[in-house]
C-alpha cells in the first residue's frame, strides 16, 4: 500500500487531479447554497408540540389514558410481550421479503397496537419526532384522498388503504427504535434477510425453480438468457428494488466490521447479494446499484471518484459477455421491454394533461379503466412502469409535491448528518441509507417500485431506519426523545 501511494504521488498526472479535486472541493465547501444545503433548522421538539397534529394527538392521548386506568388495564398489560414494541416493529421490516402481503400488514398492526399500548401504558413516553414525520403523514393524507376520490372507489379502497398503513407504519418503526444496539440489531438482521432471499434466488438459478414470464425478456435479442430470478418477490425487476436496499448496508457492516470474522462474514454476505443481483438480469437495478456504488464511495471519500474509470474498465473485461450485452441495451428502442415501457409513457403523460391535479386513483382497476383510452398501440398496461408517474397517476400533483419534499427533507438531513458525524459507524450507516435510497430512485424511473406492496413496505421502513441513522451517535440505550 505504501509503495502504491510513493508511485501514485510520484506520478504528475496524479498530483495534478489531486490538485483540481482539492480546489473543486474548496470551492464546494464555501458554496453558500451548499452551506445552507448542509445546516437545516434545529430539531426542535416545541415546533412540533405547537402544531394542531400534537395538540389533537395530547388530547386524543388523554382521554385514551383515562380509559385505559378505568379498565385497569395496565395490570393485564404489565410486563407482557405485547408491550415490546421494538420486536413487533422489527418483525415485519425483517421478514417482509419473505412473507405474503397480508402477513406483513398483520405484523404491521401488531406494532401499531403495540406502540399505542406502550403510550398508554407510559404516559411520560412522548412520540419521537424526525423532520420527515410531518410529510410521511401528509404524503399519506393526500394518498388517503387519492383513493376516496378515484374513479373506480371500490377498486382503489383495499390497495389505498394498504398503502397508507404501511407509509405510515415508517413514524412507528421510528418510535419503536429505543437504543443504538436496537438499531443496529434491525439492521443486521435486515442484511441477513437479504443475503437468504438472495441464497434462495441463486438456488432458483441453478436449479431453475419458479415461475417465468416471457414478458421478462426479449428472447429474440437475449437468446442467451433463459432464466431471470425472481426470488421470494416474485418478480426480477422488484427483486432488484429490494437488493437496492439491502447492498449498501450490508457494505456499511463489512467496513465496520471490527474482526476478521465479520470482515468475512459480511463480504459472504455481500456477494451472495450481489450475485443475486446480476441474476435477476434486471438493466434497471444494475444501472441504480452503479449509481449507489458511485454516491457511496463519493460521500466515503470523494478521491475515489479518480478510480470510476478504472473500476469501469475492470468491469468490462470481469463480467460474462450476457451480462455487458444486457447493460449496454439500456435505450435500444428495438428491445421489446424498452419500447413498450415508452409507449406506455406516452399514453400516461397524455392521460396525466386531464388527470393531473386530482390523479385517477391508486391499483389497477382505476388505472385500467381510465388508461386504454389513452394507450399507444394498443399497449395493455397494469401501470405507468414509473415511481413518480404514478405517484401523480394515484393521487395528483399534490402527492408528487409531497413526496418530492419528503425526499428532498431526508437527503438533507443525512448529508448535513454526514458533514458532522465523527462516529466511524454511524458514518457508514448514513452513507449506506442515502445511497441506497439514491439507487431505488434511480430504478423508480423505469418502474413503478411500489406495485410490490412488501417493496413499498420496506422503502418506507428504510425511511425511517435512515432518519434513526442520522442521530444514531446521539441515540443512547435509552430512548430518542426528540
Not at 242 to 251: A, E, F
Not at 342 to 371: E, S
Not at 463 to 479: I, K, Y
Request: with cysteine; aromatic share 16%; glycine share 6%.
Amino acid at each position: 500500500m505504501e509503495q502504491a501511494k510513493q508511485i501514485l504521488n510520484g506520478s504528475l498526472l496524479w498530483r495534478a487531479l489531486m490538485a483540481l479535486c482539492l480546489w473543486f472541493g474548496h470551492q464546494w465547501q464555501q458554496s453558500g447554497v451548499v452551506r445552507w444545503f448542509l445546516h437545516p433548522p434545529a430539531w426542535e421538539r416545541a415546533v412540533s408540540e405547537h402544531s394542531i397534529f400534537f395538540r389533537l394527538w395530547n388530547w386524543v392521548r388523554e382521554l385514551l389514558c383515562r380509559l385505559y386506568r378505568f379498565l385497569h388495564l395496565e395490570r393485564l398489560f404489565t410486563g407482557s410481550v405485547f408491550l415490546q414494541v421494538w420486536v413487533w416493529c422489527a418483525l415485519p421490516a425483517v421478514l417482509a421479503p419473505l412473507l405474503p402481503t397480508m402477513a406483513v400488514l398483520g405484523l404491521a398492526a401488531v406494532g401499531y397496537a403495540s406502540l399505542l399500548l406502550n403510550l398508554l401504558h407510559d404516559r411520560t413516553r412522548p412520540l419521537a419526532y424526525s423532520p420527515i414525520n410531518r410529510y410521511i403523514i401528509l404524503y399519506a393524507a393526500v394518498y388517503l384522498a387519492g383513493t376516496f376520490f378515484s374513479v373506480n372507489p371500490s377498486g382503489s379502497l383495499k390497495p389505498g388503504l394498504l398503502s397508507v398503513a404501511f407509509i405510515l407504519f415508517a413514524v412507528v418503526l421510528y418510535n419503536a427504535v429505543t437504543g443504538r444496539r436496537q438499531l443496529d440489531t434491525l439492521i443486521i438482521l435486515m442484511v441477513l434477510a437479504g443475503t437468504l432471499v438472495s441464497f434462495y434466488g441463486i438456488l432458483q438459478y441453478l436449479f431453475r425453480w419458479g415461475y417465468q414470464s416471457s414478458a421478462w425478456v426479449d428472447s429474440d435479442m437475449f437468446s442467451s438468457i433463459e432464466f431471470r430470478v425472481p426470488s421470494t418477490l416474485e418478480n426480477p425487476n422488484m427483486l432488484g428494488q429490494y437488493l437496492l436496499l439491502t447492498i449498501p448496508l450490508g457494505g456499511a457492516c463489512l467496513l465496520g466490521a471490527k474482526s476478521w470474522g465479520k470482515r468475512i462474514f459480511y463480504l459472504c454476505c455481500c456477494g451472495i447479494m450481489c450475485l443475486c443481483m446480476i441474476l435477476t438480469f434486471s438493466r434497471g437495478a444494475w444501472l441504480a446499484l452503479l449509481f449507489a456504488g458511485v454516491i457511496f464511495l463519493l460521500f466515503l471519500n470523494p478521491r475515489f471518484i479518480l478510480l470510476a474509470p478504472f473500476a469501469l474498465i475492470a468491469l468490462y473485461f470481469v463480467m460474462p459477455d450476457t451480462v455487458i450485452s444486457r447493460f449496454t441495451s439500456i435505450g435500444d428502442l428495438t428491445d421489446n421491454s424498452t419500447s413498450y415501457r415508452v409507449y406506455i409513457w406516452m399514453g400516461v403523460l397524455a392521460m396525466l394533461k386531464d388527470y393531473w391535479l386530482c390523479g385517477i386513483g391508486p391499483g389497477d382497476a382505476a388505472f385500467n379503466m381510465v388508461y386504454p383510452a389513452y394507450s399507444y398501440n394498443s399497449i395493455v398496461a397494469p401501470h405507468s412502469h414509473n415511481l413518480f408517474l404514478q405517484i401523480v397517476c394515484d393521487a395528483g400533483i399534490c402527492a408528487l409535491v409531497v413526496f418530492v419534499l419528503l425526499l428532498f427533507h431526508y437527503f438533507r438531513m443525512l448529508c448535513a448528518a454526514v458533514s458532522l458525524e465523527k462516529d466511524w459507524q454511524s458514518r457508514l450507516f448514513q452513507i449506506a441509507f442515502g445511497s441506497g435510497v439514491c439507487g431505488f430512485l434511480v430504478q423508480a424511473m423505469t418502474d413503478y417500485s411500489f406495485y410490490n406492496y412488501r417493496v413499498m413496505f420496506l422503502f418506507w421502513a428504510y425511511l425511517a431506519l435512515g432518519a434513526l441513522c442520522a442521530r444514531r451517535s446521539q441515540l443512547p440505550e435509552g430512548r430518542l426523545l426528540v
